[in-house]
C-alpha cells in the first residue's frame, strides 16, 4: 500500500493527473527517511528539512508534523521491523493549465511509499566503492530537496558508464558533494566536508556524522576542499540515508589512500552502528 492524497491505496491503483506541475515541471519537493526496527530514523530532522524546502518554493506544508509521523508510521508498519526506507514527495499540484508560474489556490499533491533498503553486503564495506569527479552542472539552490534531478541523473549514469558508483561534483575548484550523497575527507587525520550552502544538500547522515565526531573526540571541520584536497586526501566517503557511510577507495581510477577503507571510517561505521542499534532498541 502507498499514501496518495489522504488515502492508502495499493500501488497499482495510485495514479495521479497528467497536469500535476510535478510531471510537467518538477514543481516539488521530496524527502527518504530510513526506518530501523519499526522505527523512523531522525524523523524529526527530516520533517524540519521538508519544511524548509516547502518553504524555499513557497507551497503550504500540508500536514503538521503530527500528521506526518502517523501517516509515515501505517506505511512502515507493513514492512514490520525489517530496514525500509521511505520516500515522500509534495507536488504544486494539478493546475488547469500548464504555466510556469504559481497558481492560485491548487492543493498540494502527496505522496509517500515504503520500500525495503537492501543490505549493505560486507564485500561493498570491505572493498569500498569507485568514484568520479565531474563538473557541477546542477543549479544555484541545491539546498532544496526538489524532485527536479535531471543533473543529477545524468551525473550518476555518467558514473556508472565510467565504471564507477557515484560522481563527487566540483565546482570553482571545489569539492561539493555527491550525486546523490554528501562528501567527507580525512585529512592528515581530520574529518572534513563542505558547509552548509545553497551549493549541497543539508544531509541528515552529514550532520549525524558531525554530531557523532564532536560527541566522541575525532577532529572534525567544516571548510571547503579543494579539488587537489580530494584526490591527495587519505579517506573519501561519501554519506547518504539509505547508503550511511560509503569508503570511497577508488577516485579517478587512483587508490585512495592504500584502496582500502580507512581506519577512521573504521572508527565513524561503528559509532553509526552503534547509534542506529541504539534506536533499534527504543532509544529516542
Ligand atoms: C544531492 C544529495 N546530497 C546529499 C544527500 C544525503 O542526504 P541525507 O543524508 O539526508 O540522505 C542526498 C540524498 O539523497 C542527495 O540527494
Known amino acids: 500500500m502507498v499514501f ?12 495521479i493527473s497528467v497536469l500535476d506541475r510535478g510531471f510537467l515541471l ?14 523512523l530514523f531522525r524523523l524529526e530532522q ?5 519544511q524548509n524546502s516547502l518553504d524555499a518554493i513557497r507551497i503550504d506544508n500540508p500536514y503538521t508534523n503530527d500528521e506526518w509521523t502517523r501517516i509515515l508510521s501505517e506505511l512502515i508498519a507493513q514492512g514490520g521491523n525489517a530496514d525500509q526506507s521511505v520516500y515522500l514527495q509534495v507536488t504544486r499540484g494539478v493546475a488547469a493549465k500548464r504555466d510556469h508560474a504559481f497558481p492560485h489556490e491548487v492543493k498540494p499533491t ?34 532544496i530537496k526538489a524532485i527536479t534531478l535531471l543533473a543529477n541523473a545524468m551525473l550518476r549514469q555518467q558514473a556508472h558508464d565510467e565504471g564507477a558508483a557515484e560522481a563527487i561534483l566540483i565546482k570553482d575548484g571545489h569539492a561539493i558533494e555527491g550525486a546523490a550523497s554528501n562528501l567527507f575527507i580525512v585529512s592528515n587525520g581530520t ?19 558531525l554530531e557523532l565526531a564532536a560527541q566522541h573526540g575525532l577532529e572534525y571541520a567544516e571548510r571547503a576542499i579543494p579539488e587537489q584536497e580530494l584526490s591527495q586526501a587519505s579517506e ?28 577512521v571510517w573504521h572508527r565513524m561505521i561503528d559509532l553509526y552502528r552503534q547509534y542506529k542499534q541504539q534506536l533499534r532498541n527504543g532509544a529516542e
Not at 4 to 15: Q, R, S, V
Not at 46 to 50: C, E, G, I, K, P
Not at 240 to 259: H, W
Open 46 to 50: 527530516h520533517l524540519q528539512r521538508l
Open 191 to 209: 574529518i572534513i566536508t563542505p558547509p552548509k550552502s545553497s551549493h549541497l544538500l543539508p544531509g541528515v547522515t552529514r550532520d549525524l556524522v
Open 4 to 15: 496518495l492524497n489522504g488515502l492508502m491505496l495499493p500501488l497499482e491503483e495510485a495514479k
Open 110 to 143: 502527496v505522496f509517500a511509499m515504503s520500500n525495503p533498503i537492501p543490505p549493505l553486503t560486507d564485500e561493498l564495506l570491505l572493498q569500498g566503492i569507485a568514484a568520479i569527479t565531474l563538473d557541477d552542472i546542477r543549479w544555484q539552490r541545491c539546498d
Open 236 to 263: 573519501i566517503w561519501l554519506t547518504s540515508s539509505t547508503k550511511e557511510i560509503l569508503p570511497v577507495t577508488t577516485l579517478n581510477q587512483q587508490a585512495v589512500g592504500d584502496g582500502k577503507p580507512g581506519l
Open 26 to 39: 518538477g514543481d516539488g519537493v521530496y524527502e527518504v527517511i530510513p526506518a530501523y526496527g519499526g522505527r
